[in-house]
């Protein structure tokens, strides 16, 4: 009886120091008015800074986390998983192998291997992310150019950009850059997100034009220039890509023609070998 007893009093106290400290985040939910004693959360794409973190940690964050933005990796962990798979996981396989008695060079071979396909997979969508921008640069320019000429603020010419834009890549880009603008009404910080997400120069003249629009209200003759400068670059990226398919396309009839070539051509090599035996015997 005393045991149950103070079971319950003890649950009771615990639920009671539950519902306490509860109290302020469930009225903070309920009444939309409170939200703001809330803390806010970090940024998608970032991590709360930590100071239990140890500087060289911390120092790796620093150099992982615009690697794996400008890859298109905006979870909050995605650095731990980057810094994983270049350290952690090769590390781990290397350790199986040689406990398996696969010998060092086995081990080294999978780490390196490991290492290799991680850094590829980010460069690739790197690049392939920077050339989406390049392709679509020149709708960005020629949309300010057009709305800032019309007599339209260039605050308000932005708020538009994502409109534009047609590949996912670029848009979903484009609207967090709107869309932090919107709710912040600071250009550097709207930037950061075009800086982060893709890597080059393009990027940086985007929002050197951009700035300019705003401060200036009016991209002068630079707007059009760079028009001119991001279709070329698009129109050729354009004549490149049909070049690699026209040359794509040749090698596979000529792989898909081979049976049929050596269909016809072993005969003829064969009775021309025994011709030969024939003469020579």
Known sequence: MNAAFGFALFAAALGGSAAYYAAPTVVCRAKPVMRRAMPSEPPLGRTRRSGKLPAWLDALRA??????????????????????????????????????????????????????????????????????????????????????????????????LHEVMDDPVV?????????????????????????????????????VAIRQCVETGGGGRMLWRMEEIMFSKYFNGMQKETEGVRTRLVVAALLSASPLVLLFLLPVLFDAYRALGSVFA
Do not use: N
């Open 63 to 160: 150099k992982c986390e615009p690697v794996v933005a400008e890859a298109g990796y905006r979870a909050p962990w995605a650095w731990e998983g980057y810094l994983a798979c270049l350290s952690v996981v090769p590390a781990l396989l290397c350790a199986a192998c040689l406990a398996a008695g696969r010998g060092p060079g086995a081990g080294l071979g999978i780490a390196l291997a490991v290492v290799g396909m991680t850094r590829v997979v980010v460069s690739g969508r790197t690049a392939s992310r920077s050339r989406a921008l390049t392709r679509s640069a020149y709708k960005a320019y020629r949309f300010l150019d057009a709305q800032v000429g019309s007599g339209i603020r260039a605050t308000d010419a932005i708020r538009g």
């Open 171 to 207: 848009k979903d880009v484009f609207v967090r850059f709107v869309a932090t603008y919107e709710l912040t009404l600071d250009l550097e910080r709207s930037l950061d997100e075009l800086r982060r997400s893709f890597k080059g120069h393009d990027s940086e003249m985007l929002c």
